[in-house]
């Protein structure tokens, strides 16, 4: 069974990190070029001083780019989330949003450079806001991704 847009996001919403750390995805679009993930600021997901607890909005982005990547990319590349910084801009209060995009385009200039099994590291960035449109942080990801060795081997 193919693992659908829709039951990935519903599947990552229950999984038990993001369950107990009041992050849920809302939509992975169709293409895989897409993704909106919320975080529920709570008494779970709060600091000491009631706004969002910094690790659970780095959790809120931790996948995603290298999610989009690796499902347009298909079976034949290795794909890793390596690294990632986050800039706090305000306090977090109520839900927080984070918008992920990976444009086919972007995608298909990865899978050129990884051509013949070569390294290739790529960042990408979002921003996390609050209800009202206000930039709560800024997100940087940074994406792995290698053509797998049987197939650079197969074309040899």
Same mark, same amino acid.
């Given at each position: 069974?193919?693992?659908?847009?829709?039951?990935?996001?519903?599947?990552?919403?229950?999984?038990?990190?993001?369950?107990?750390?009041?992050?849920?995805?809302?939509?992975? =679009? @169709?293409?895989?070029?897409?993704? &909106?993930?919320?975080?529920?600021?709570? *008494?779970?997901?709060?600091?000491? $001083?009631? /706004? %969002?607890?910094?690790?659970?909005?780095?959790?809120?982005?931790?996948?995603?780019?290298?999610?989009?990547?690796?499902?347009?990319?298909? =079976? @034949?590349?290795?794909?890793?989330? &390596?690294?990632?910084?986050?800039?706090? *801009?305000?306090?977090?209060?109520? $839900?927080? /949003? %984070?918008?992920?995009?990976?444009?086919?385009?972007?995608?298909?200039?990865?899978?050129?450079?990884?051509?013949?099994?070569?390294?290739?590291?790529?960042?990408?960035?979002?921003?996390?806001?609050?209800?009202?449109?206000? *930039?709560?942080?800024?997100?940087?990801?940074?994406?792995?991704?290698?053509?797998?060795?049987?197939?650079?081997?197969?074309?040899?």
């Amino acid at each position: 069974m193919r693992i659908t847009p829709r039951r990935l996001a519903l599947g990552m919403s229950l999984w038990i990190p993001n369950l107990f750390s009041g992050i849920r995805i809302r939509r992975f =679009r @169709d293409d895989w070029t897409h993704a &909106t993930v919320e975080l529920h600021v709570n *008494v779970f997901t709060r600091n000491y $001083v009631k /706004t %969002a607890f910094g690790g659970s909005m780095s959790a809120m982005t931790d996948p995603y780019f290298f999610m989009l990547v690796m499902h347009q990319l298909g =079976r @034949d590349y290795v794909v890793w989330d &390596t690294r990632g910084e986050i800039e706090f *801009v305000k306090p977090g209060r109520g $839900v927080l /949003t %984070a918008e992920f995009e990976v444009s086919p385009a972007k995608v298909d200039e990865m899978r050129e450079k990884a051509h013949g099994g070569a390294k290739v590291l790529e960042w990408f960035e979002t921003v996390i806001t609050d209800r009202e449109g206000d *930039v709560v942080a800024r997100v940087r990801r940074e994406v792995y991704i290698r053509e797998k060795k049987r197939v650079t081997e197969s074309r040899r």
